[in-house]
């Protein structure tokens, strides 16, 4: 592209949207459902499990921080972005952003069906037809502008910090420490299983570095927000989880479709409850509305190297947004919503993300040799040891965790033959990363032929070949 689509992105975000961005997509629906179900693989030991999560989090946010603050920051594109300069290639990198982008409008569909429930749409073609108009309203308030995608994500955690300290602060004074036995439920293996689901609640904080091209001094301001929005994130799991299991009985939690608010009738007002149920609907919508925003961006750059249709990366003159690409984000999520099939897309999403974490954490750790310039024009100056310790951490993190879910897939894979979880549609995460890899890898052969060269590449950002 001789002049570039990302150029044309609108630099309408500031500092409170990216922390909204990222708190809003984090504190989502996970920490309203995750909670109770893990509960059931370790018991109360899940508030303990936010607590070891957290470090490796923290450490995979260090080659975000430091990526961002190079000229890649003033770009979308993320961890594709990241890894092709560094390794000066697309083919992984592409892989990996394929994944995300099919993860996304899983949890797009996903979300877009729980904010149906909460809303309280009967089962059946109302519940769908309500799913499909949320994510027609985002779609259209992206599209016409990102600084309406700022303002309402403002406003949405606004509300959602409301109805969390009013469940937090009087929740402390209504704790028994008698819910809390037994700590450990599933033993050591059970404890590890519980990690992949609790890390469900922190995936997605790398989504912050696809508004790097609409946010204004986005070098230096997004790399402060990956790391504080991760710790305050953190702080608001803990102290969630802390009072829930210190209120009810794990038992009671697992067994409601809405945990807080069950907690939260426990000890406030008849009538104020409510506002822990605004608080869930605000988690999602939050979750929602940051993701819609996601693919479409990963999309502009993906254009940018020819290994995706131009069309894609379309800019309206008017609104500063990738229309046709949102279009598509919009049109593949309703899609699933409609088919009822959202786990063929959702299911990866914790095992794609969780490797994409750990190829970027590798890039951080050989960009001073592979592409020295770039290395050299960040604009973040870690101690070399914190940079390597920290991506150490989170490879080792990251590696356990892939191990995790790969071995509770093969148990599944073991115990159960093939034809019958065909027949019942029921599919592990290898399975289905294995069949969208080499459908992506179809797509990139497709396009790569046409590829040209990235609006981005200069001396400092380096081609791609």
């Known amino acids: 592209m001789s002049a570039p689509e990302a150029s044309r992105l609108r630099r309408d975000l500031g500092t409170l949207e990216s922390y909204a961005t990222l708190v809003g997509i984090l504190v989502g629906a996970g920490i309203f459902r995750v909670t109770s179900d893990a509960w059931r693989l370790t018991g109360s030991s899940v508030v303990l499990g936010y607590l070891v999560l957290a470090p490796a989090v923290l450490a995979t946010c260090v080659p975000f921080a430091v990526f961002v603050s190079t000229p890649l920051g003033r770009t979308p594109g993320g961890e594709y972005v990241h890894i092709s300069r560094t390794f000066g290639g697309t083919g992984l990198a592409f892989l990996g952003a394929w994944l995300k982008i099919i993860s996304y409008c899983g949890a797009l569909a996903y979300l877009a069906g729980a904010f149906a429930d909460y809303v309280l749409a009967p089962s059946g073609a109302v519940h769908t037809i309500v799913a499909l108009a949320t994510l027609v309203a985002f779609g259209v308030l992206h599209a016409l502008g990102v600084r309406w995608f700022g303002r309402l994500q403002v406003a949405m955690c606004a509300l959602l910090g409301v109805s969390i300290l009013v469940l937090v602060v009087p929740g402390l004074f209504a704790i028994r420490a008698a819910h809390y036995a037994p700590f450990f439920n599933g033993g050591k293996m059970g404890f590890l299983a519980s990690l992949p689901l609790l890390f469900f609640s922190y995936a997605g904080f790398e989504s912050l570095a696809q508004t790097a091209g609409e946010v204004r001094n986005s070098t230096r301001r997004l790399p402060l927000v990956f790391v504080r929005g991760v710790l305050w994130t953190t702080l608001v799991f803990f102290l969630m989880s802390f009072v829930a299991f210190g209120v009810l009985p794990g038992a009671e939690l697992a067994a409601s479709s809405a945990p807080m608010t069950a907690v939260a009738r426990v000890y406030l007002p008849v009538g104020a409850a409510w506002i822990v149920t605004l608080g869930a609907l605000m988690a999602i919508a939050t979750s929602l509305n940051a993701s819609m925003l996601v693919p479409s ?88 040891w914190l940079e390597k310790s920290a991506a150490w951490i989170s490879i080792a993190s990251m590696g356990g965790l892939v191990a995790v879910l790969v071995r509770q897939d093969l148990r599944t894979l073991r115990s159960d033959e093939f034809a019958t979880r065909a027949a019942r549609g029921q599919w592990t995460s290898v399975e289905l990363l294995a069949a969208w890899s080499l459908l992506g890898g179809a797509v990139y052969v497709m396009h790569r032929r046409r590829r040209i060269q990235s609006p981005v590449s200069s001396a400092v950002v380096g081609p791609v070949s």
């Open 297 to 384: 961006r990963l999309a502009i750059m993906l254009a940018a190297d020819g290994v995706a249709p131009r069309w894609i990366a379309t800019i309206a003159p008017r609104t500063g947004t990738p229309v046709l690409g949102l279009a598509l984000t919009c049109g593949l999520s309703a899609a699933l919503v409609a088919s009822g099939r959202v786990g063929l897309a959702l299911d990866i999403a914790v095992l794609a993300l969780v490797l994409l974490y750990l190829l970027h954490s590798i890039a951080l750790l050989v960009v001073p040799r592979r592409n020295p310039q770039l290395y050299a024009s960040r604009e973040v100056r870690l101690p070399a």
